[in-house]
Every structure is written in C-alpha cells, then in structure tokens.
C-alpha cells in the first residue's frame, strides 16, 4: 500500500511538472489534434516516469566531508614508495634533474579501490604525463576511505619526489 501511494505521488509530481510547459506553451493554440496528442503524450510519460531508476551508480556518489580514514595504499607509506621508486627508475632517468623537484599527481580512490580521474599536476611534457598516468593507474588497488565505517571514494594527491 505504502508503494503504491509513493507511486502515485511520484506520477503526480511528474504529470505537475510536465503539464506547466504545456499550459504555459500550447494551451492557446489551434491544432486541437497536437494538443490532443501532447496531452496524452504527458499522460503516459507521468505514468512510466515513476517506473524508471534514475540514481547515480554507487562508485560515483563522493565523500564531501572529511572521512574519518583516508584511502591507503596496500602495506603504507613504505610500501607506496618501494612501487614508486621501482616503476620511476627508468622515467626520473629520463627527466633532467634541475626541471622538476616534485611531481604532484591528483588522482580517485574508488569505494572498490581502484583509480579513476587521474591527473598530473605538474607542469612536464605530454609522454612523462602519459608514463605517469599509466604507472599510477596500473597501480595495485587501494584500501578506500571510510567514515563511520562506510567505504567512500575519495580524492587523493601524491606528491612525488625523482
């Protein structure tokens, strides 16, 4: 019963929404048959809206306040740095050492662990951005952020030292 209320609330709330612009549009025109046909059209929309799921996938919903543990790399700080130092060994070669002191990349850490929206900061031309990208983004998953108990995504920037 309570569904079903909540349904017709729904419906309600949408035919509302979906007959103003009609009133405020075509109310006054003289194609009977297209103010027919729109009616109608709102109608049955009003009455399948209400069916539809429109929520945003549980990966994307963000943590907008301060978790009460942040996202961890897998075995700490050590850890993290033993990754880095293996996989920039080859491209801190590469680079010169008076360009760039510290590299900062800003990157997701997921609800699931894994690594979205990954961006380098710094200021270097576009194969180290496109190498660093791709060393962060095969990185391990990560151990999320959580308040309260509850995993959320959250972002991180890392700063990185050649």
Same mark, same amino acid.
């Given at each position: 019963?309570?569904?079903?209320f909540?349904?017709?609330l729904?419906?309600?709330?949408?035919l509302?929404?979906?007959?103003?612009?009609?009133?405020l549009?075509?109310?006054?025109?003289?194609?009977f048959?297209l103010n027919?046909?729109?009616l109608?059209?709102i109608? &049955?929309?009003s009455?399948?809206?209400?069916l539809?799921?429109?929520?945003l996938?549980?990966?994307m919903l &963000?943590?907008?306040?301060n978790?009460t543990f942040?996202?961890?790399?897998p075995?700490?700080?050590?850890?993290?740095e033993?990754?880095?130092?293996?996989?920039?060994?080859?491209?801190?070669?590469?680079l010169q050492?008076?360009?760039?002191?510290?590299?900062? &990349?800003k990157?997701?850490?997921?609800k699931?662990?894994?690594?979205?929206f990954?961006? &380098?900061?710094s200021?270097v031309?576009?194969?180290?951005t496109q190498r660093?990208?791709?060393?962060?983004?095969?990185?391990?998953?990560w151990?999320?952020?959580?308040?309260?108990g509850?995993?959320?995504?959250s972002e991180?920037?890392?700063?990185?030292k050649?």
């Amino acid at each position: 019963m309570n569904d079903l209320f909540v349904y017709a609330l729904k419906s309600a709330v949408c035919l509302s929404v979906l007959y103003i612009p009609f009133y405020l549009l075509l109310r006054k025109e003289t194609f009977f048959r297209l103010n027919r046909m729109t009616l109608l059209s709102i109608l &049955v929309a009003s009455l399948l809206m209400p069916l539809a799921d429109f929520t945003l996938p549980q990966q994307m919903l &963000v943590c907008t306040i301060n978790p009460t543990f942040n996202a961890t790399f897998p075995g700490g700080e050590e850890a993290l740095e033993a990754y880095l130092n293996t996989q920039m060994g080859a491209l801190s070669a590469e680079l010169q050492s008076d360009t760039l002191e510290n590299l900062y &990349v800003k990157f997701w850490v997921l609800k699931d662990g894994r690594l979205d929206f990954i961006e &380098v900061l710094s200021a270097v031309d576009e194969t180290v951005t496109q190498r660093l990208t791709r060393i962060i983004s095969e990185m391990p998953r990560w151990n999320p952020a959580s308040h309260l108990g509850e995993k959320r995504a959250s972002e991180v920037i890392l700063p990185i030292k050649l």
